[in-house]
């Protein structure tokens, strides 16, 4: 199985911040490479997909980058509601595999 | 707007089989470009992609689950389903069922989800 590991697991940072959460993968996955977010007590959302495609829908702070096992989610400026667990997952083989999660809060 | 909805015992008992059904509305479940799929997140654990179900009936499973999972469509009712079988405590757990985007893969959207205890 393709390890995912995130990091850091956890930051703080103030709205209106950039930050960026890193994952990096046992393997190449090439572009395999997809974000999510899920907010306190709801269902993970989809953010990016095939490491730098923004989902439809999505705000435009968002973006990714990365290829082969090093990837990274930025988050221009953070709003209240990204205040949250970010998760990202590899398609490239079974079984798809998840990362950890970052949880990130207010500062 | 496609929505999903998981629905199902909420709770189980050991050695027994979890079962749990996932409605999809607004979109049909025959599409072509998708598959179907299942995801479970423990209390505060990590994501586990459980299997997936394309509308013609092939599957393709995790293989820590495979031996225990069994993932149907029901076409007729827009649904596919899960079953679990021989349940413990390390299967309790929110799951959650998912659109699954074939090529390139991706989930979304997911149903709210259903948290499924296993106690005797």
Not at chain 1, 25 to 30: E, P
Not at chain 1, 45 to 50: A, F, H, P, S
Not at chain 1, 81 to 97: K, R, W
Not at chain 2, 46 to 65: A, K, P
């Amino acid at each position: 199985d393709i390890q995912m590991t995130q990091s850091p697991s956890s930051l703080s940072a103030p709205v209106g911040d950039r930050v960026t959460i890193t994952c990096r993968t046992s393997q190449s996955i090439t572009s395999h490479l997809n974000w999510y977010r899920q907010r306190p007590g709801k269902a993970p959302e989809l953010l990016i997909y095939g490491a730098s495609r923004l989902q439809s829908g999505v705000p435009s702070r968002f973006s990714g980058s990365g290829s082969g096992t090093d990837f990274t989610l930025t988050i221009s400026s953070l709003q209240p509601e990204d205040f949250a667990t970010y998760y990202c997952q590899q398609s490239y083989n079974t079984p798809i595999t998840f990362g950890q999660g970052t949880r990130l809060e207010i500062k | 707007q496609l929505q999903l909805q998981e629905s199902g015992p909420g709770l189980v008992k050991p050695s027994e089989t979890l079962s749990l059904t996932c409605t999809v509305s607004g979109g049909s479940i025959s599409s072509n470009d998708y598959y179907w799929g299942w995801i479970r997140q423990p209390p505060g654990k990590d994501l586990e992609w459980i299997g997936s179900i394309y509308h013609s009936g092939s599957t393709y499973y995790s293989s820590s689950l495979k031996s225990r999972v069994t993932i149907s469509v029901d076409m007729s009712k827009n649904q596919f389903s899960l079953k679990l079988s021989s349940v413990t405590a390390a299967d309790m757990a929110m799951y959650y069922c998912a659109r699954h985007h074939n090529t390139p893969q991706w989930f979304d959207p997911w149903g709210q989800g259903t948290l499924v205890t296993v106690s005797s």
